[in-house]
Nanobody, 119 residues
Framework: QVQLVESGGGLVQAGGSLRLSCAAS????????MGWYRRAPGKQRELVAG???????NYADSVKGRFIISRDNAKNTVYLQMNSLEPEDTAVYYC?????????????WGQGTQVTVSS
């Protein structure tokens, strides 16, 4: 069984920083793309940032220049460094990973971590 466990959310003032982590564990054969999504109150879930197994990254326009996604393949972990946070970044952040096990390949989701940015 595969699990994604997130950590690092919390309350921060505007202009501050937070670092989210997401560790995958279980019967993992390989991990392809990994990413972070968020869902703000009253809005649909959106992609924040993604990273391929080779390290190529992509970002939502709203976070370019402020957020950095990275991964440690040896630890099956993806990170999201969030700088210059704005109240509009307040949301539940979810980790996503495209994981291959012995049985199949499919996307997995973390449980979500709350990020609240106060003005």
């Amino acid at each position: 069984q595969v699990q994604l466990v997130e950590s690092g959310g919390g309350l921060v003032q505007a202009g501050g920083s937070l670092r989210l982590s997401c560790a995958a564990s279980g019967s993992i054969f390989s991990i392809n793309a990994m990413g972070w999504y968020r869902r703000a109150p009253g809005k649909q879930r959106e992609l924040v940032a993604g990273i391929t197994s080779g390290g190529s990254t992509n970002y939502a326009d709203s976070v370019k220049g402020r957020f950095i996604i990275s991964r440690d393949n040896a630890k099956n972990t993806v990170y999201l460094q969030m700088n210059s946070l704005e109240p509009e970044d307040t949301a539940v952040y979810y980790c996503n990973a495209d994981i291959r096990t012995v049985a199949a390949r499919r996307p997995y989701w973390g449980q979500g971590t709350q990020v609240t940015v106060s003005s």
